[in-house]
């Protein structure tokens, strides 16, 4: 068989896989979430000696290797997300709206599966199974194409999730890994009438080309250029733990912070603020007003002068830019014009600064006095997330189970036809 009929034979089986997965009751997906959770601790082995594959093939230094490498730990961790989306209310059937019309015709709005859900995404093996246990959950079937850094990864957990389906009795195309070449990507964005929305993981150059080139409806998510301003009415202590936490929790994640924005009455500040980044070898860039405060107060070796390409950069690395407003106005029309609209926070007790950035600032989520780093669905009691939306239409923000969740209206009469 050649490569594009290998590639092309996975539509009519996926569609099947979502048509059958209506007739299953959410008890049984509990019970195959739950027995999946336990296989993947099983299997750690077997899917860490093909990340092992994976990591050796990366550098070391590149930001996406913390992203490729699982452990026992992580497997651990990803098998409770599994456990917990499993203990999740189901959305299914829920009655979005009722009414009964005069002529005595009822209509109910239910929540129903998109179908079939296709997730492009980069060097992030645990993807795989939060996609899977997500789409699984709210009655989807998954394609997934997973990069080429990362395909001996979901290669091994593909297979330990079809070997559960099949134990259950399930088409094991409820999940479809495609192959980690670029034609499997062009084929899956032309999937027009198999594939009803794509969904990419990853940066914005990822996301800006399945947008630019996908025939199928896209959510896109992930993209971070995420801020923190520390307002001149912020708390130093707490604002220096919020932008460290932000900063260093996970320098390759899409919540991670990019930029400090502070205002100028509180430059002084600035290097404690700071200190503890030095910790983790952050490099700075920082513009004039900024500069002048950390130069001899922060190391030398980590301090460099920003340019233009220094904002509106979603780093994945330690590095940060720094930039000096004059006021809250200056600080929110910054944030609007390099933001991704994913995560913006507000370090300040001023409530009326706090509010005027709560309904200024144009981002999925929008934190005062608390740490980017918590964008994430398991963090919002989602149990797991299938990303971050930083679009408008249908979701936005972290996409757990209703997320992933369309509907229709159902039409019941006794024989009425319309004038």
Not at 16 to 33: E, F, G, H, K, Y
Not at 175 to 199: H, K, S, W, Y
Request: glycine share 8%.
């Amino acid at each position: 068989m050649n490569s594009n009929n290998i590639i092309s034979d996975w539509k009519q089986s996926a569609v099947r896989a979502s048509r059958s997965l209506n007739l299953v009751s959410d008890d049984t997906i509990n019970q195959i979430l739950l027995a999946l959770a336990d296989e993947a601790v099983m299997q750690t082995d077997a899917i860490l000696v093909e990340n092992a594959k994976d990591l050796a093939a990366m550098d070391r230094n590149n930001p996406m290797y913390d992203r490729l490498l699982l452990s026992s730990e992580r497997l651990e961790g990803i098998a409770s997300d599994i456990r917990n989306v499993a203990g999740l209310p189901s959305q299914l059937g829920k009655v979005l709206m009722e009414t009964e019309r005069p002529n005595g015709m009822k209509i109910t709005k239910t929540s129903v599966p998109f179908g079939v859900v296709g997730i492009i995404y980069e060097a992030r093996p645990n993807v795989s199974f939060d996609v899977f246990s997500l789409c699984l959950k709210s009655g989807n079937a998954c394609v997934l194409k997973g990069g080429t850094d990362a395909h001996h990864s979901n290669s091994s957990i593909v297979k330990v999730i079809q070997s559960v389906l099949l134990k259950f009795g399930l088409d094991k195309n409820t999940v479809t890994l495609l192959p980690a070449g670029r034609e499997a990507t062009t084929e899956l964005m032309n999937a027009v009438g198999f594939v009803d929305v794509i969904i990419p993981r990853g940066g914005k150059g990822l996301i800006d080309f399945v947008r630019d080139n996908s025939r199928i409806p896209v959510i896109e998510t992930g993209a971070g250029i995420c801020h923190t301003y520390f307002d001149e009415f912020g708390d130093a202590e707490k604002g220096k733990e919020i932008i460290f936490n932000a900063k260093t929790r996970r320098v390759s994640v899409c919540n991670a912070l990019d930029c400090l924005v502070i205002h100028e009455k509180r430059l002084a500040d600035l290097p404690g603020l700071c200190t503890k980044l030095a910790e983790k070898n952050v490099i700075i860039y920082a513009d004039v007003k900024a500069f002048t405060f950390l130069n001899g107060k922060y190391p030398g070796n980590l301090l460099q002068k920003a340019t233009t390409e220094s904002y509106g950069t979603e780093f994945l690395d330690y590095k940060m830019s720094v930039k000096t407003v004059e006021s809250i106005q200056e600080a929110v029309d910054h944030i609007a014009r390099y933001s991704s609209r994913h995560s913006e926070c507000i370090v300040s007790k001023n409530e009326q600064h706090i509010n005027f950035f709560d309904k200024v600032v144009d981002a999925a989520c929008v934190y005062t006095n608390v740490s980017t780093a918590f964008t994430d669905g398991a963090q919002f009691g989602l149990g797991a997330e299938i990303g971050i939306s930083t679009q408008k239409l249908h979701a936005r923000g972290p996409m757990g189970l209703a997320e992933l969740c369309s509907y229709k209206w159902i039409i019941k009469g006794d024989g009425q036809v319309r004038a």
